[in-house]
């Protein structure tokens, strides 16, 4: 059985900064591509970034380019998303999930659909 948990969410004021991390127990961490999502009240959940198996690759929607980095820790099975120059608009609850053969494209972030998820952490940004 897989079990996933998040922590790292809160509230801080714009241009703030935030780490998620998200622990993964029961799957081989190292041979799933992972991603972060996030979904605000009222929207569609937005995939915000993935990154490849060993890391050496990752994906980030236009919104948060340039802001937000992906990253994972194989060896503690954990993935992180550093959140920084945090924006009002990026107030949501963000999820981590990842699923068998799902590959880090900007198309699957989109698309893919994900077997494995967090319960989500609350980010909230003050203006």
């Known amino acids: 059985q897989v079990q996933v948990v998040e922590s790292g969410g809160g509230l801080v004021q714009a241009g703030g900064s935030l780490r998620l991390s998200c622990t993964f127990v029961?799957?081989?961490?190292?041979?799933?591509?992972m991603g972060w999502f996030r979904q605000a009240p009222g929207k569609e959940r937005e995939g915000v970034s993935c990154?490849?198996?060993?890391?050496?690759?990752?994906y980030y929607a236009d919104s948060v380019k340039g802001r937000f980095t992906i990253s994972r820790d194989n060896a503690k099975k954990t993935l992180f998303l550093q959140m920084n120059e945090l924006k009002p608009e990026d107030t949501a609850r963000y999820y981590c999930?990842?699923?068998?053969?799902?590959?880090?494209?900007?198309?699957?972030?989109?698309?893919?659909?994900?077997?494995?998820w967090g319960q989500g952490t609350q980010v909230n940004v003050s203006s």
């Open positions: 999930a990842t699923a068998t053969l799902f590959s880090c494209t900007g198309e699957n972030l989109a698309s893919y659909r994900l077997t494995y």
């Open positions: 990154i490849h198996q060993s890391g050496s690759s990752a």
């Open positions: 029961g799957l081989t961490f190292e041979e799933y591509a």
